[in-house]
C-alpha cells in the first residue's frame, strides 16, 4: 500500500528557533499534500493544501509566514515552524494524495511529528 | 457505555460486542464520507468511505451509515476486539474529486478484553 513518512517523529526545541518538519511519499506520486495540526484529545485541523511547483494554500486563520510550506518535488513536503513559541506545541501531520487519483480514498496520512517547544 | 469527556465522547466495549460511533457532519452540501482510526501518536488510517449516493456500506467486520435527512453518519464494527481500540474520526468532502476534508471531534473507543 502507499506509504507516507514523516520526519522527524518527534522534536523538542527552543522558543524563537525554527523547525522544519519533512513529509514523504514514499512509493507513489503525489501532486497534493496537506497538513494538519493536532491539540491533545481534539480533531485534525487543516492547515494548508500543498500543490506541487506551486504556492500553498492556507486556511483561514494560518499564517503563511509563520508556517512556510514547500513542495518541491512529487514526493516532497515541508512545513517550517518558523519563531517556534510554546503555542505552538502540536502533533502535526502531513497526508499525500495519489497522482492522477479523484477520489478522496487515495489520500494517504503520515505518522505525524510531536512538536514540543519548550 | 458512552461517556462525553471534556473533549473527547469515549464508548466503552467489552470484546466480542458489536460497537457503534456515531457522527453529526456539518455540511448538507458534503458528498463524500470517510471514517478514520487514529491509534495514539500515530496519524489516521483509512477504514471505509461513503458517497452521499449510498445509505450503507460494509467493509470486513465494518458498516457505515449514512443518513443525509438529519446529516448524521455511523460506523459500526461487529465483534470489537482489543486492537480496535483508538479514535475514530469521521470526515467529509464537499465535492467528489476535491481533497479537502473537514474531520469531526473524533470518539474514543475502548475496549475490555
Known amino acids: 500500500g502507499a506509504v507516507v513518512s514523516q520526519h522527524p517523529s518527534r522534536v523538542i526545541c527552543k522558543s524563537g528557533t525554527s523547525v522544519k518538519i519533512e513529509c514523504r511519499s514514499l512509493d507513489f506520486q503525489a501532486t497534493t499534500m496537506f497538513w494538519y495540526r493536532q491539540f491533545p484529545k481534539k480533531s485534525l485541523m487543516l492547515m494548508a493544501t500543498s500543490n506541487e511547483g506551486s504556492k500553498a494554500t492556507y486556511e483561514q486563520g494560518v499564517e503563511k509566514d509563520k508556517f512556510l510550506i514547500n513542495h518541491a518535488s512529487l514526493t516532497l513536503s515541508t512545513l517550517t515552524v518558523t519563531s517556534a513559541h510554546p503555542e505552538d506545541s502540536s502533533f502535526y501531520i502531513c497526508?499525500?494524495?495519489?497522482?492522477?487519483?479523484?477520489?478522496?480514498?487515495?489520500?494517504?496520512f503520515g505518522p505525524g511529528t510531536r512538536l514540543t517547544v519548550l | 457505555g458512552e461517556s462525553v469527556g471534556l473533549h473527547l465522547p469515549t464508548l466503552s466495549v467489552q470484546e466480542g460486542d458489536n460497537s457503534i460511533i456515531n457522527c453529526a457532519y456539518s455540511?448538507?452540501?458534503?458528498?463524500?464520507f470517510i471514517w478514520y482510526k487514529q491509534e495514539s501518536g500515530k496519524g489516521p488510517q483509512f477504514i471505509i468511505d461513503?458517497?452521499?449516493?449510498?445509505d450503507k456500506r460494509q467493509g470486513q467486520r465494518v458498516t457505515v451509515l449514512l443518513n443525509k435527512t438529519v446529516k448524521h453518519l455511523s460506523l459500526q464494527i461487529a465483534a470489537t476486539q482489543p486492537g480496535d481500540s483508538a479514535v475514530y474520526f469521521c470526515?467529509?468532502?464537499?465535492?467528489?474529486?476535491?481533497?479537502?476534508?473537514?474531520f469531526g471531534k473524533g470518539t474514543m473507543l475502548l475496549v475490555s478484553p
Open positions: 461513503i458517497r452521499s449516493n449510498l
Open positions: 455540511n448538507s452540501a458534503s458528498d463524500y
Open positions: 497526508s499525500a494524495r495519489l497522482a492522477g487519483s479523484r477520489g478522496m480514498n487515495e489520500q494517504f
Open positions: 470526515a467529509e468532502n464537499m465535492r467528489w474529486g476535491y481533497s479537502t476534508l473537514t
